[in-house]
Each structure stands twice: as structure tokens, then as C-alpha cells.
């Protein structure tokens, strides 16, 4: 009989250099639970050991493609509410993904779009495309108003 598995694979290259080797990377994908994700950084960018007793860091990246952008940028606000003071840096990207169906298989390439996030603890290049600074708490978001306007 025929098989007609899927099997996938895909280039996961952030296009963010000179990342320092401590970076903790988060890759989230479309089945990916958020409360997972999040308890995981949380835990590693507050300086908890959590579960895996790691190491604290000063960076994260977030990563994710196709239907699992939606949910990285999720993970990403929430992160940024919970720890405070965070820079991040965005970049929107295309990606090649590599499907191989069967076997001895019909391999077929798609491109499909990703992003990867980086928040850092430590200040960014303000001046690159995609960074956006730290939230400032306290600041009020200005109203709209709901006057209603003068007839002539």
C-alpha cells in the first residue's frame, strides 16, 4: 500500500543577526498552547528556573509561520505586559517549506510568510526597521471624541 504521509521540514533561520548565544528562541506553531509558551518565557526573562531550572535571559525571540503568526504576536503582547520595560524588534519575512508526500514521495516547496520578534531587556538599535520601544505604563491613551458636530 501507498503511504501518504506528510513529512515537513523548513529553513528556521531568524532574520535577526548577531543574536547573543543565551537567547532564549520560541518557536510557536498553529497547535501551539500560549499558556505553555508564556509560562516558559515568563518564567526564563523574570530570572525564574522554572521546570527546566534555566538559566535567566535578557532576550527572547519569538518565530512562527503561515497560521502561527496570529498566535506569536499574541504571545508576544501578553509577554510584554508581564514584564515590563521590554524593546522589540520585528521582522516579516518569507520562508521556504520543504513537503514530502509518501515515499519514495512527491516533494513540493512552498513559500509561506513568518515572523520572528525579538524583545530584549537591553536597548536596541532605535533606528532599525521593525523596533518599537518599551510600553509606557501610566500614559493615557488619548480619546476620541464623541461630540457631535456642528450643523452649518
Keep these: 500500500s501507498e503511504d501518504y504521509r506528510k513529512t515537513r521540514s523548513e529553513d528556521s533561520a531568524c532574520p535577526i543577526p548577531g543574536l547573543p548565544a543565551n537567547t532564549l528562541h520560541m518557536r510557536v506553531k498553529e497547535g501551539s498552547k500560549i499558556r505553555n509558551l508564556l509560562r516558559l518565557a515568563t518564567a526564563r526573562m523574570q530570572g525564574e528556573g522554572g521546570d527546566g531550572g534555566g538559566t535567566p535571559v535578557r532576550q527572547v525571540v519569538f518565530t512562527g509561520s503561515g497560521r502561527g503568526i ?3 504576536v499574541t504571545c508576544v503582547e501578553i509577554l510584554k505586559r508581564k514584564v515590563a520595560g521590554l524593546h522589540q524588534l520585528s521582522k516579516l519575512y518569507y520562508k521556504t517549506v520543504t513537503e514530502t508526500w509518501g515515499s519514495p514521495g512527491l516533494t513540493v516547496d512552498r513559500t509561506v510568510p513568518a515572523i520572528c520578534i525579538l524583545l530584549s531587556k537591553d536597548p536596541l538599535d532605535p533606528q532599525e526597521p521593525g523596533y518599537q520601544p518599551p510600553r509606557t505604563d ?15
Design 138 to 152: 501610566g500614559v493615557s491613551v488619548p480619546k476620541m471624541s464623541c461630540e457631535p458636530l456642528n450643523q452649518i
Design 70 to 72: 496570529t498566535k506569536t
